[in-house]
Each structure stands twice: as C-alpha cells, then as structure tokens.
C-alpha cells in the first residue's frame, strides 16, 4: 500500500498570506496526485489533479507542483472562503489513497 | 448537471450488513469515462477510499477493507451501491459516493474524483 504523509497537520495564517501544504508519498508515485479541499459538514471539493492540473472553476490562487514522492500546494494569497481541510490523494496505484489532511486556520 | 445521491440506514447494528445506493442523475453511469467510488469519513478524521466500479463490473477495494467490502452497479437504474458486512463502531462515518474520472496521462491514465454526493452518516451501534 502506499501510504500519504502532509504536513503540517495544521496551521495558522492570515488573509493575504502565501500558504504551502506538503504531500510526501511513500513511494514514487509520478505525477499522479490529487489535491482535495474541504470545508465542514461538506463533501470535498476537486482542486488540482495530476499534481499541478487545476480543475475547471477553481481559482487560479491555488498551484500544485511536484513529482515522485514529493508534492506542495500552494494557495498565493489566502482569503476568507479559503480556511478548510485540504488532503492530497495518490491515484498511482489501483488502491488510491488519501493523506491525513491539513487544517488551514485563521490567524 | 451531474448529481450524486447517497441512500440507506443511517442506523447499523453491529455485525451486520451496511447497505447504501448512490444514484446518478443528469448523466449516463455507463460512460466509458468514468468509474464510481466510495469514500467514507469517521466522525473528526480523514478520508479513507473504500473502493470504486466501472460501469461493466470491474471492481477495486481498499486492501484494508475488500475481505468486507462488495460494490455493484445497476446500469438499468443508474445506480451502484456498497455492501460493508460484519460492520463495528469503527466503521461509523459519513460515507460519500463519487465519480473517478479515467483521463489519458503520457503513459498510464490518471484518476481524480471530480463529482460527490453530499454524504450520508452511518452509525454503527445496537
């Protein structure tokens, strides 16, 4: 199995901060890695897919880079709607697999 | 516009059956493009993929959980559904069905979940 590690578990930032979450797969996983967010009582929402795709609808203030076991998001200037739970997610193997997610709080 | 609709007992007894349907509305369960998925969230933590199906019947599941876990799928009702059976208070969570879209990479196809339903809580108590 592949296993998904973020960090960090959580932080604190303000309006108008650069944020960056880090996703570190277990093994190489290319550029297969998804990024969700998530917001309370909500289901996720699609953010970037094939580590740097941005889906259709999703402001361009969110990037995702990386290859093998390494991946970031990184949300340019952090505004208001944008404090959530975010999880990446491998889709290499035919078992996908989620990291435990990042917390993104206000400051 | 594609919607997702989880449905079934939010209330399990444990060692029993979990049982839910996902019905798609505003598009074909038998695109080619496309499989479907269970992801299920416990109560204040993560995401855990349960398994997905394609339209013909292909099936993949969590190692952790495929001794357990049977997905279907009726394309005459477009619909698919997950059978969790011997269910205990660990398997008490939000359960959510989505669409996994199959999209053509350089060398292998890439898979992301880009429609969900809302989820629907399960608890799993006597």
């Known amino acids: 199995d592949i296993q998904m590690t973020q960090s960090p578990s959580s932080l604190s930032a303000s309006v108008g901060d650069r944020v960056t979450i880090t996703c570190r797969a277990s093994?190489?996983?290319?550029?297969?890695l998804n990024w969700y967010q998530q917001k309370p009582g909500k289901a996720p929402k699609l953010l970037i897919y094939?580590?740097?795709s941005l889906q259709s609808g999703v402001p361009s203030r969110f990037s995702g880079s990386g290859s093998g076991t390494d991946f970031t998001l990184t949300i340019s200037s952090l505004q208001p709607e944008d404090f959530a739970t975010y999880y990446c997610q491998q889709s290499y193997s035919t078992s996908s697999s989620f990291g435990q997610g990042t917390k993104v709080e206000i400051k | 516009q594609l919607q997702l609709q989880e449905s079934g007992p939010g209330l399990v007894k444990p060692s029993e059956t979990l049982s839910l349907t996902c019905t798609v509305s505003g598009g074909s369960i038998s695109s080619s493009s496309y499989y479907w998925g269970w992801i299920r969230q416990p109560p204040g933590k993560g995401l855990e993929w349960i398994g997905s199906?394609?339209?013909?019947?292909?099936?993949y599941y969590n190692p952790s959980l495929k001794s357990r876990v049977t997905i279907s799928v009726d394309t005459s009702k477009n619909q698919f559904s997950l059978k969790l059976s011997s269910v205990t208070a660990a398997d008490t969570a939000v359960y959510y069905c989505a669409r996994r879209v199959k999209t053509a990479g350089i060398y292998y196809y890439y898979y992301y979940m880009d429609v969900w339903g809302k989820g629907t809580t399960v608890t799993v108590s006597s």
């Open positions: 094939a580590a740097s």
């Open positions: 199906i394609y339209y013909s019947g292909s099936t």
């Open positions: 093994q190489s996983i290319s550029s297969y």
